[in-house]
């Protein structure tokens, strides 16, 4: 059965510089009825596991350390067993929210994980946070980016362990070089393509120079 992605909205709060924001969060479930991987579960563990249902999940990645996107993820591990991957530059965010309880597995940028017959690559994109990185999935011509790249243009890189030449460098070297109907699934709001992003990243980079 090929693998096909499943999105789940969660709400709950970003805290960060001694801020708190309301947000809503995509979790992006991927696999088939047998199998799953799971990015980004955000604020309800027993939501994820919801939509997750019987079948078995073979890992939960976070693709950064902000705690809207990793506040459920040890509840989720406990509750189906699976490890949680996260790159090591993003220890001193996770810690923010979990002290105690360290990511089971590091992340490093062209790992390989599979689910369902499917493989997703690791690129390290920095610049949103240190460790920040996408999985890109080309048999599904999809990639999801975290809080790197949005339908309109980066991430925000206004706070604590962020850049914005860095995101920007991040985009252009690592991502826009993948095709460009490749569907970019995100951490907040709707999807949006990496042609249509395209010029919105030649503006960002024409003004910076």
């Given at each position: 059965m090929t693998a096909r992605i499943e999105r789940l909205v969660t709400s709950g709060t970003f805290s960060l510089d001694g801020g708190?924001?309301?947000?809503?969060?995509?979790?992006?479930?991927?696999?088939?009825?047998?199998?799953?991987?799971?990015?980004d579960?955000?604020?309800?563990?027993?939501?994820v596991?919801?939509?997750?249902?019987?079948?078995?999940?073979t890992a939960i990645v976070?693709?950064?350390?902000?705690?809207?996107?990793?506040?459920?993820?040890?509840?989720?591990?406990?509750?189906?067993?699976?490890?949680?991957?996260l790159h090591p530059q993003e220890e001193v965010l996770w810690r923010m929210t979990h002290p105690d309880r360290p990511a089971d597995r590091p992340l490093a940028d062209g790992d390989v994980l599979e689910v369902?017959?499917?493989?997703?690559?690791?690129?390290?994109?920095p610049g949103h946070a240190p460790g920040a990185v996408?999985?890109?999935a080309p048999a599904l011509r999809a990639l999801f980016?975290?809080?790197t790249l949005f339908q309109g243009g980066p991430g925000a890189t206004g706070r604590s362990y962020s850049d914005y030449d860095t995101i920007l460098a991040s985009i252009q070297?690592?991502?826009?070089?993948?095709?460009?109907?490749?569907?970019?699934?995100?951490?907040?709001?709707?999807?949006t393509t990496l042609a249509a992003e395209a010029p919105h990243l030649r503006e960002l980079l024409a003004k910076g120079s």
């Amino acid at each position: 059965m090929t693998a096909r992605i499943e999105r789940l909205v969660t709400s709950g709060t970003f805290s960060l510089d001694g801020g708190t924001w309301d947000v809503d969060n995509n979790v992006w479930i991927i696999g088939d009825d047998d199998e799953v991987l799971v990015i980004d579960p955000a604020h309800d563990a027993q939501a994820v596991q919801k939509a997750i249902g019987g079948r078995r999940v073979t890992a939960i990645v976070a693709t950064h350390g902000h705690n809207d996107h990793v506040n459920a993820a040890p509840a989720l591990a406990d509750l189906t067993g699976a490890p949680v991957h996260l790159h090591p530059q993003e220890e001193v965010l996770w810690r923010m929210t979990h002290p105690d309880r360290p990511a089971d597995r590091p992340l490093a940028d062209g790992d390989v994980l599979e689910v369902a017959g499917t493989a997703l690559t690791v690129i390290h994109t920095p610049g949103h946070a240190p460790g920040a990185v996408c999985l890109y999935a080309p048999a599904l011509r999809a990639l999801f980016s975290g809080d790197t790249l949005f339908q309109g243009g980066p991430g925000a890189t206004g706070r604590s362990y962020s850049d914005y030449d860095t995101i920007l460098a991040s985009i252009q070297d690592r991502l826009m070089p993948l095709p460009g109907e490749t569907v970019v699934h995100t951490g907040h709001g709707d999807t949006t393509t990496l042609a249509a992003e395209a010029p919105h990243l030649r503006e960002l980079l024409a003004k910076g120079s």
